[in-house]
């Protein structure tokens, strides 16, 4: 039998892709898929980028390069991308409803069906990590490199959490009006930080932050933010209060949590992560029209529709897969970029070359643990992105027999 060549794969590669871009409606909104797949991305390539696991003699603890060089701050702005996410969510979720609605399914049914998609897979990481932390204290590890280790796996379980509930609250927050849940967070930070009240208080806007986007979210569905002008607003409003917050009002300049730090933008969110959120939101409706007339190019849909169907697991097994590689590189020594402290460029530039391995073991991790996302085993049932029949009330049309 004659080897593939290169052209011949290629061909094959595009003739996949064009049944996937012809399997798909015309009137599916590609762009809010190519924003979700860019925000899970995103968070991914942040986390690997500015989490280090660094290990001092036995024991492994969390670094950032952020708590060393400060001055590289502006990779958080361009990779802490939740704010897309839970604008995407708030649309998607606002128009599940309404559809759902329309078509007689009760509240219930609705909200079960998409929770069990966030769920779903979580069953697999939590059954996995309690195995690997028994076998890690029971042969000895100390305890602060196991629950360094656990926090990390266990880390984007907080993100499910506050979406769950927004989504919840689908019903109630779909016509609010998304100033309402900005002067909350204003109001919480103005006591925490002026007038010395509780930094307790602070959890308040973990629920009030998130809500923001994700009502900008709604009135995008309600299709009040189609005009070019929402979007600029957004855009030049939120950087202008973002820059006037880190340069005068004394918040800092990273957009992630860095180890050490005093205050953290994201944990919880503060003023500053809020408005910076506004400025993506604002940059993602602007680019809406330019990526749906780069999703109409096979290729590029193709790959989008991959993100979209493995997001779940991509997101929750980002963290496991680089301390994979990081406890498999334990075995050839201390390895730079991997297990040193990230306090030079030296550093930055060894963990650029750590990327593609991270990414290979999340691939390994994906062909693991993707069909717990659909809650099947591989290869049954149909895709959530592209599939033929009628869609569920609760989620928007698409069409294709085949699992991409």
Known sequence: MREPTPHGTWDGIRRAAHQVDAATPADRDRAVDALRAFAILGVVLGHWLVTALVADGGNLHTASPLQHMPRLAPISWAFQTLA???????????????????????????????????????????????????ALLSSGTDYSTVRTLVKLALSPLWFLVVFAALTAATP????????????????????????????????????AGWLVPYTLGAAWARGELERARAGWVLLLGGAAATAGLVLWAGYPASMVGVPGAS????????????TFGLTQCGLALLLRDRLR????RPLAWTAVALVNLSAMTIFLWHQTAMMATT?????????????????????VAYRLTWLPVFALALTVCWTAFRAYEHGRPAGRGRSRVVRTGHAPADRPRTAGPRRV
């Open 327 to 347: 406890a498999t590189g334990l075995l050839a020594g201390r390895l730079p970029g991997l297990h040193t402290r990230p306090d030079d460029l030296v550093w």
């Open 293 to 296: 007339r780069t999703m109409r």
């Open 84 to 134: 897309v996410f839970f604008l995407v969510g708030g649309h998607v979720a606002t128009r599940g409803y309404t559809a759902a609605r329309a078509r007689g399914v009760p509240y219930r049914t609705w909200l079960v069906t998409r929770l069990s998609r966030l769920f779903t897979p979580v069953a697999a990481v939590l059954a996995l990590w309690t195995v690997v932390t028994v």
């Open 263 to 274: 205050v953290s933008n994201l944990d919880p969110p503060t003023l500053a992560a809020v």
């Open 172 to 207: 109630l927050v779909t016509r609010l009006n998304p100033l309402w849940p900005l002067a909350v967070v204003l109001h919480v930070d103005l006591l925490r930080f002026g007038l010395g009240a509780p930094q307790s208080l602070g959890w308040v806007n973990l629920a």
